[in-house]
């Protein structure tokens, strides 16, 4: 049962939230069978500390998706710009030439063949 406990809290340290989650379900199944309180308390305890903290990395993610809708959004905004003020920019692979095209070098029609 103690394992369990060490486990999960190493799991915690480095990150991996689910891992101890589950170690410590673990530990709160085997404390529930033993008549032992005090192992029954300490895994509840585990259990909303790994909850807590998993509540503030979802808060965290949910405020980076909030500002990377922002930049997207803004992102948006300055192409549309750009594409109005240039207007070869929007046509894509086939882009406006204007005047005709340039022979290669050495190649025009004065050269002696």
Known sequence: MRAYAGLGACSRQVGELTTALNYYQQYLSIALKLPDNTAV?????????????MCKVISFLCKVISFLRKVITFLRKVVAVEISNNPTLGAGSTARRTGSPQEPPGQGSGAAG
């Not at 300490?42 to 903290?53: D, E, R, T």
């Open 41 to 53: 308390s300490k895994a509840y305890c585990c259990l909303g500390n790994i909850n807590q903290v």
